[in-house]
């Protein structure tokens, strides 16, 4: 049931059981769940059957309402630091593996969130709200579009038991999948429980899971120079992931190290937002007060977390404290090496031009800044401009973007837009594309709109009374980001004045 004749269901990870996992049936609403979406094209690729899961028993197992057949949900155990402070015991509070999937060598697993409380659940529910549900579906499908790594979303079920928050709302639930949701978390709790060998092989099992390409050997040395190899794999797609939020002006808004993937993975989708108006500062979490997760910050603050599940690895690899550090120390590069990648591309800069290329994607931030251009309207309103003319032709170009962001009656924004273009031209010596492929490389490189708060706003009030046309079209439109010949018009438009004064908190 549920699946295609190419999967077959299999307990690899749930199979780990003591002290990682503790067994915790769903529990199932009191009134009926409907599915709001089903992710087909997801169903597929993993191999299971989107007709057999949009069935009456698919929406039941999908909702919690009923066990996966043949497998027993489990929880697993975590820590972390949050907001810099240490927990000493989290875990999945409102998280369930329900399913495990192997597709030939691919592998999934399937999580429902806010399918009752669990032993990690602190006194708190166990469940979680429509609005936040459809915040994490959208997003996380949008991110995959974005091509940026994620866990991704199959289903979206809502259900009208109520659910207390500052006011009563409605519960829904989210089917996530993922390769794997083990979290930096993981490996902190059991170095500082003092569980020296449950973490050896929480580890072990992991890499060779997920890893088969590092060789752990059965000595002592063969063993840590995996594990070191491994911590420079983390460290390397931390920092790229890093580089990949920044590049779509996404903030996080809870980076705490219980929130960051193992895998590199974007997950557990809050308080997050992309940026309207650039601001360097921005704080999309509401509940952050001082700003440690805010834009700017997060490079630094995924470097931080880094070290503090370096500090968890120690444990294991206390003679080699030294290159521990000196892997650490590597992460200002790749993080340095995948933004200016990922800009020059964002700008259609040719690669040629070093340090050059990596001051005017500051001097471009820079700009964006001082006049708080919208992030995304911006890049794509590039795709106007021609390499091979000057500032001024190009400035008259700018204008004739349907993304074009600037204020022509502001003198200062003109002067200093032209001055950028002045340093964007001069760059563009040795750009060898045509002016129509430079074009639509820019386009396919910058989306033309991005899940922004308002355009979620406006959907999760639809579906909080009962109406899913506007969610639908969210989703279709996302899944297709860069395309914006069917895009409805007000998809890709500035946002709208009351934009701004959308609050966003850890309330979920
Ligand atoms: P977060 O920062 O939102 O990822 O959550 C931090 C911790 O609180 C995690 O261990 C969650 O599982 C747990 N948690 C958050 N909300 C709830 C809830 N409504 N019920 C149970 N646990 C929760
Ligand atoms: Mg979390």
């Known amino acids: 049931m549920f699946h295609n004749r190419d999967s077959i269901f299999v307990r690899e990870y749930s199979a780990l059981g003591t002290p990682f996992l503790k067994e915790v049936p769903t529990t199932p609403f009191k009134t009926p769940c409907t599915l ?96 936040s549900s459809i915040r994490e579906y959208v997003a996380s499908e949008a991110m995959h579009a974005l091509g940026i790594p994620t866990t991704r979303a199959l289903s979206l079920t809502a259900c009208s038991d109520p659910v207390f928050r500052e006011t009563t709302e409605t519960a829904a639930v989210v089917c996530r999948v993922s390769e794997s949701f083990l979290r930096f978390g993981h490996v902190e709790y059991f170095a500082h429980t003092g569980q020296d060998e449950a973490l050896n092989h929480l580890l072990t099992w992991h890499i060779e899971q997920h890893h088969p390409e590092i060789e752990l050997g059965d000595t002592e040395e063969s063993r840590a120079q995996g594990l070191l190899q491994w911590f420079e794999w983390v460290v390397k797609r931390t920092a790229e992931l890093m580089a990949q939020w920044q590049s779509v002006g996404f903030c996080h808004g809870v980076m705490n190290t219980d929130n960051m993937s193992l895998l590199g993975l974007t997950i557990d989708y809050g308080p997050y937002g992309f940026m309207d108006s650039f601001h360097i500062d921005h704080i999309c979490n ?138 964007w031209c001069a760059l563009q010596t040795g750009q060898s594309a045509s002016p129509i492929d430079w074009q639509l490389a820019i386009a396919a490189t ?63």
């Open 286 to 423: 509401h509940s952050d007060e001082g700003g440690r997760y805010s834009y700017r910050n997060q490079p630094r603050l995924g470097h931080w977390n880094l070290y503090a599940l370096a500090q968890a690895l120690l444990t294991l690899l206390r003679p080699y404290k030294d290159t521990v550090q000196a892997l650490l120390d590597a992460y200002a590069d790749h993080f340095e090496a995948k933004h200016t990648a990922l800009f020059a591309k964002k700008m259609g800069l040719p690669a040629a031009h070093g340090e050059q290329t990596r001051v005017h994607i500051e001097q471009t931030l820079k700009f964006m800044h001082t006049h708080g251009l919208d992030f995304t309207r911006f890049f794509r309103s590039l795709s106007a401009l021609d390499p091979h003319k000057d500032a001024t032709q190009n400035l008259a170009l700018w204008q004739g973007s349907p993304h074009f962001c600037l204020a022509l009656g502001d003198e200062a924004q003109v002067d200093d837009a032209r001055e950028w273009l002045s340093g």
């Open 446 to 508: 910058n989306p033309a709109m991005v899940a922004r708060n308002h355009l979620l706003q406006a959907a999760i009030e639809q579906a909080q009374q009962g109406e899913y046309a506007e969610l639908n079209r969210l989703c279709a439109a996302l899944s297709d980001p860069y395309n914006d010949q069917h895009l409805p018009p007000h998809y890709t438009a500035a946002p709208p004045s009351w934009a701004k004064d959308l609050v966003l908190s850890c309330s979920s």
């Open 36 to 131: 709001l979406q089903l992710n087909r094209s997801l169903a597929e690729e993993i191999g299971l059957q989107a007709d057999e899961l949009s069935s009456p028993m698919g929406v039941e197992v999908l909702a919690g309402n009923a066990p996966w057949p043949g497998f027993n949900a489990v929880a697993s155990v975590y820590c972390g630091h949050q907001f810099g402070v240490f927990v000493p015991q989290l875990g999945d509070g409102r998280a369930l593996l329900i399913a495990e999937v192997r597709k030939g060598a691919q592998y999934r697993q399937l999580q429902l969130k806010g399918a009752g409380p669990t032993p990690y659940s602190r006194h708190a529910d166990g469940r979680a709200v429509l609005r």
